[in-house]
């Protein structure tokens, strides 16, 4: 340990809670009798910022993160950070500030957006762009994605400037445009064109979050690998003709069946090392026995008893099922002209989520088998061209989150499959091992509305202060030995 009057000071500014039976209990327990008088990481310069951020309208569309930019680059600026931003469009730049370490280890990336989505202000009790304090909860647009990751990492960075600590690698922190649909302008114009202001090691970005139930918690999610959208098209052939005679080569027909057949079918059962441990896991801890058997059943697919888990999935938990496989949606048909034309040609667009390490040519000649029909081609169409990767559960980095939530919340990490896409994606493909991590949520709460994406965005209070503390020790546990 080098240098260890600033990283005590770094350590008691950062510890209200008290940690147990941890690797940073040797370093904590002798700081955490001491009085701390430093105001790094209080609670009120944590709601100051986060308050402020929320405030600042950074929809997209129309996007426009230029204030939320001018606001952090202010605050670091203002601490000594060094910053420089990368603009592809006028007032939607990303953001990057570097902390320099001695270089010992590779570089580690804090990654969040500035952008969020867009609102009806009709719909919102409570003003979007308020930030209002109301029972413990704090409304407004944002305030779950992803400002309180922004505030996380621009917290950490100030608390590390602080101490003066001696950082065993740079610390990066890049504060995206554009992830809500423009991420030509964000995540692949930073990787495309200054993947070198960005590289790193690890990175801690959103897609993960504390799942509490009944107000309880119940496991620390850390999203650690992502389903690969991707894109397939059915096009369906026939004869043309007067519809007042009906053909049997009916494209709208033929297409009719084969999207049927695509959307029954369930595609081959894959565990990856993330979901058998969040299965298993998961079996562990939920009170409900039925779902503890389904659980254990489905951690090996080919019994019968996995099958008829499966099944339950499907009808009953389909977030769940979406992460045991590759899965088609048909989402948009595109078929005929007027009434009494039988149309030549009819397509198809299936959203298609590949798991990982799916590949593409037979996961194409599976489809083309199961529609069984010379008359439909099935084709890929080109949507995405991140490539596919996993990030490893055997890293300095999952120990840290894995030790640190986990003594922070008195529950089990779990390894979590993102079904949709994040930015992280862009990264794993260029090789960066990337954690998803947030704060407590009710598991409750989105039902409700109250969500991200929803009218009436909320967080806990206190889980925000509690979540920018444990992302700032797993930081220092990560920069210093
Ligand atoms: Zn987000």
Sequence with gaps: MRNTTARSTLSIAISTALYTGMALLSVLAPLQAAESTSTTLSDSEI??????????????????????????????????????????????????????????????????HQDTVNIDASKWTFSPFGATRDSGWIYGRGTLDDKDNLTASLMTMLAL?????????????????GEEGSSHLGIQYMVENHFDAIDAEFCLAEGGSVRRQQGKEYFVGVQTGEKLPKALELIAHGVSGHASIPLQSNAVVSLSRAIVKVAEWQPPVRLS?????????LARITADPAAAARYRAILNPNSAEAQAA??????????????????ISPTMTEAGYRI????????????????????????????????????????????????????????????????????????????????????????????IQCYGVGPGIDIEDGALGFGQHSDQERILEQELYRFVRAYSEVVVALTTE
């Design 340 to 431: 009494n034309v039988i149309p030549s040609e009819t397509r198809a667009t299936l959203d298609t989520r590949l798991l990982p390490d799916e590949d593409e040519s037979s996961f194409l000649a599976q489809v083309t088998a199961v529609v069984a029909d010379p008359a439909v081609e099935v084709v890929w169409v080109p949507r995405d061209n991140v490539p596919a990767a996993s990030t490893s559960l055997s890293t300095a980095a999952y120990q840290a989150i894995e030790s640190i939530f986990g003594a922070e919340y008195a529950a089990p990490v779990l390894p979590v499959t993102g079904t949709g896409a994040t930015d992280m994606r862009s990264l794993r493909g260029k090789g």
């Design 310 to 327: 499966l099944e339950y999935f499907r009808r009953d938990e389909p977030a769940t099922a979406a992460i045991l496989s590759s899965t």
């Design 161 to 177: 400037k602080r101490s003066g600590v001696e950082l065993d690698r740079d610390v990066i922190f890049l504060a995206e445009a």
């Design 273 to 281: 090392d993330a979901t058998t441990s969040y299965f298993s896991q």
């Design 47 to 112: 709601l100051k910022h986060f308050q402020s951020l929320v405030q600042i309208q950074s929809s997209d569309p129309p996007g426009r993160e230029q204030d939320v930019t001018d606001y952090l680059r202010q605050t670091l600026e203002a601490e000594g950070i060094e910053v420089q931003l990368f603009t592809k469009e006028e007032n939607r730049p990303n953001l990057v500030a570097r902390l320099r370490g001695n270089g010992s280890k590779q570089p580690l990336l804090l990654m969040a």
